[in-house]
Each structure stands twice: as C-alpha cells, then as structure tokens.
C-alpha cells in the first residue's frame, strides 16, 4: 500500500511539473485566457438610464434595442420595462412637436423627426438659402468670422437644386449627400480634417458650378446611404470615422462587409470595426466576431484587434463555454484543463509550484538511478572485476587445494 502511495505521489508531481512547464512556456497564451476569463458582458441599462435622463429618448431605445439580440438581454425583464418607458416618452405629442420646432429651427433634434424637418428644408433650397444668409451677415454685417464649410456646402446645395430642377434630378445624389453632410456637422460629427477635405472639392464646384469633383463622395455616400437597417444617426457616426474624403470608400466596404449589422458595429465598436475590415477583409469570422465583441465593451473590441476574429472566437469558446472545450486548444499546446487549473495562480506561484514538483519528477529516477550505480560498485568490490581478468587473459580456473599433505614437489 505504501509503494502505491508513493508511486501515485510521483505521478502527479510529474504531471504538476508538466502542466507548470507548458504554462510558463506558453505565458502569453496563458495572460490572454486570463484576459478573456476576466471579460464581463455590457449593462445596458447604465447607458440608456443615463440617455434617459438626459432627454434622449431615441438613442435609449436604439442602445437597447441593440443589445436585445443577445440573449442575457432579450431575457431581462428590467430592460422590457425600461424600453416600454422609453417609447412612450418618445411618442408623447409635446416631444414630437419641440423635436421637430428643433429639427427645422436649428437642424439638430433628439429623433428622426427633427433629421426629416432638417433636411427636407435643406432639400428645397430653405435650409441652403437660411445657412448662406446667416454666413454672409455673420461675415460682412457683424464681421465675425463665418462657418467656412456650411457656407461652401450651401453654395453647392443651391447649384445642385439648380442642376437637379434643370436635369430633371441627376443631381439628387449631391443635394441628398450636402443635405446629410451638413445635418452631421450640425451635431459635431465631422472631424476639422474631413471638413478640410470636403471644402476643397465643394468650393471648387460653387465656383465653377460644375458637381464632378463632388460626384466620388456623394456615390460613396449615396452607396453607404442603401445599407439595410443603417440609421442616419449611424451614418452619421461613419462621418465622424472618416478622416478625409477618400475614407468615404473604406466605409462603403464596412457597409458591404457588415451589411444590416453596419449602424450597431459603428455605434458601439467604435473604430475597431473599420480597422478589422483593413486588417482581415476576407475572414470568414470577422462579423461573427464582431457581433461577440461588441457585448463584453472595449475590453472584447481590444482583444478582437489583438488577436484576430479567428482566434478570437476560439478564445471565447475556451473560457466562456468550457463545458464544450473538451480538446486540446492552441495547435494542441495547451488543454482546457491546464487553462482552467492556471488561471487561478499568478506566474510566480506557478514557477515556484513546478519548481517543487519538478524536484521530485526529476530527482527520485535520479536519487534511484545514483542509488543503483553505488550499490552496483560495492557489489564488484567485494567479489572482483571479472570482466577485466577475462580481458586480460588470465585462465578463471578455479582453487582445488592438494589431496597430499605438504602439497605438490
């Protein structure tokens, strides 16, 4: 019983010794399980109580609305009640009637009716002639310093009204496409370079009156507009990614690439979709992953962009759902056992614990080994060297003492 006990002692060092090995070896892949087994998935009743309470009931509702498809929200009953809230808020009289007074006085509202009243006086020339008007008094009646770009995109808002009327609507894209451009800078969501960009090409065309230079961006636009689902406070959020206007054709392929999903991957990815789409354009896992990453915050976006929506997804896979990670992981480095026994010590513990175990893994064959060649060497002590007297010759007969007394003459 004792020998058993001893030999099952040993066994398990060495396996303590052999699982300590593999983590230290590989560390890195260790501290990303780590990382991963740490994410928490997004509240998002935080952020739309927040928004509720600020008075923005419509980007609430959409916040919720995006984290109803997965399921540890869908089955939230706190987030029913809240959205119910929410949408009577919104379609109370007295709020449409001042969102749409906002959208038409100032351009900017809380919901789609105040983007409809924008823009559609944009469209008839109103919004056009009202942001010039006011530019040219701020410049020459008060001599204030005017909003170059909204003045250079009404000066082309009112040659592609003339164009439009004139060409029975060829020019609708670039009306529609000034239309949106300045509703979105409107609520701060073009970056000074995009708007830098923009103002080159849309002067030129007010001047000369000719929409080519314009005519890239407002396809690009125009292309982006067609995605399913995309919002105009999404594509708004797509602007504001943009750095110049060549980034107008990145987005039309994150649009094409995330199709119905573009508007909730821009609004609560951020950048990380955009750079993903740059970096893994032809993965076949990128808006699966994205659609995982996107739950657990900044932290899953992070992680997603360090590792690879392919790698990714294992990771997941390993630490979230471990029940079903029964294999070898990590090009068969690693096991789910080794992840789940590893991620509840630090580096430290586990080189001091392989260290111990590998004492003994290594040290009793050694200690039995050093045992056996001593006890062999005192063993050839006592009875001689046979080997070496076969080697040299000498005859092995044995002794026989002489049957005469005094023994041979």
């Not at 008075?55 to 706190?78: H, M, N, R, T, W």
Request: with cysteine.
């Amino acid at each position: 019983m004792g020998r058993m006990l001893k030999i099952g002692v040993y066994l398990g060092a060495v396996a303590i010794f052999i699982l300590c090995g593999a983590a230290l070896i590989n560390r890195h892949e260790v501290a990303l399980i780590r990382q991963f087994a740490a994410m928490q998935q997004v509240d998002p009743l935080i952020k739309a109580k927040e928004l509720e309470a600020a008075g923005e009931y419509c980007q609430a509702i959409e916040y919720l609305e995006y984290f109803q498809d997965y399921d540890y929200v869908k089955s939230d009953p706190e987030v029913s009640l809240l959205s119910a809230r929410l949408k009577d808020k919104r379609e109370s009289l007295s709020f449409i009637g001042s969102d749409i007074a906002s959208g038409i006085l100032k351009g900017k509202g809380a919901c789609a009716e105040a983007l409809v009243s924008a823009t559609a006086s944009d469209f008839f020339l109103v919004g056009d002639v009202r942001d010039l008007a006011l530019g040219m008094t701020k410049k020459y009646y008060y001599g204030e310093e005017a909003d170059e770009f909204t003045m250079a995109l009404a000066s082309v808002g009112i040659v592609a009204a003339g164009v439009a009327y004139m060409s029975g609507g060829a020019a609708v894209p670039v009306k529609g496409s000034v239309s949106l451009l300045k509703a979105a800078n409107k609520v701060g969501k073009l970056p000074p370079s995009l708007q830098k960009s923009l103002v080159k090409v849309f002067k030129e065309a007010g001047r000369t009156g000719d929409l080519k230079p314009v005519m890239p961006a407002a396809r690009s636009l125009y292309a982006i507009s067609r995605t399913p689902n995309l919002k105009a406070r999404e594509m708004f959020s797509m602007l504001s990614l943009s750095k110049n206007i060549g980034d107008f054709k990145v987005m039309e392929k994150v649009a094409s690439t995330y199709g119905p999903k573009t508007g909730k991957f821009i609004q609560l990815g951020g950048d990380a979709p955009v750079s993903l789409v740059r970096r893994f354009p032809h993965n076949k896992q990128l808006v699966t992953s994205v659609d995982t990453a996107i739950k657990y915050g900044s932290e899953g976006t992070n992680l997603l962009a360090k590792t690879g929506p392919t790698k990714f997804m294992r990771y997941v896979t390993l630490t979230k759902y471990s029940a079903r990670a029964g294999r070898s992981v990590w090009e068969g480095r690693l096991s789910s056992l080794l992840v789940k026994t590893l991620q509840l010590f630090p580096e430290r513990a586990i080189a001091g614990i392989g260290l111990l175990s590998g004492l003994i893994a290594v040290g009793v064959p050694v200690g039995w080994l050093f045992r056996r060649v001593r006890f062999r060497r005192a063993r050839l002590s006592r009875t001689g060297h046979p080997d070496i007297r076969q080697q040299s010759g000498v005859s092995q007969v044995p002794f026989r003492p002489s049957p005469f007394p005094g023994g041979p003459r």
